[in-house]
């Protein structure tokens, strides 16, 4: 019987590793997203984080004026990266992401986790 228990908690504990590893480090997906930087702070009770927003345009007028949008939410986890981003706040940028299938206090509030920016 304790043979039996014990392998049992093993498995147990595999699974429970594995179910951890795919929500909170596995990346789900990962790529580029364009727009205008609008919003970019750090904010948090516990755990300041690094939060983002940007507008994605689709469609724009002549004057350079985004008809159709939609906000793209992020964090950011890297210093380096938020300071760099800090200075870039209403301008176009170019930001690549990694998305993961859940999320950690520590991390932010948002799954789509910003790695690096540069100037559109």
């Known amino acids: 019987m304790k043979r039996f228990l014990s392998r049992a908690l093993i498995v147990l ?5 594995s ?3 795919w929500k909170y480090i596995f990346d789900y997906s990962e790529g580029y997203r ?3 930087l609008q919003k970019f702070s750090s904010k ?3 755990f300041k984080t690094y939060e983002g927003e940007m507008i994605l345009s689709s469609v724009q007028t002549n ?3 985004a008809i159709a949008s939609e906000k793209f939410f992020f964090s950011v986890t890297d210093e380096d990266v938020a300071r760099k981003i800090e200075k870039l706040q209403g301008e176009s940028v170019v930001v690549h992401y990694t998305e ?3 999320r950690l206090p ?3 509030d948002s799954p789509y986790i ?3 920016v540069s100037i559109k």
């Open 19 to 21: 179910f951890f590893y």
């Open 44 to 46: 948090g009770t516990f």
């Open 13 to 17: 504990l595999i699974l429970l590793a």
């Open 114 to 116: 910003v790695d690096s």
């Open 34 to 36: 364009a727009g205008l």
């Open 63 to 65: 004057a350079n004026v």
């Open 100 to 102: 993961k299938n859940g």
């Open 106 to 108: 520590w991390n932010g």
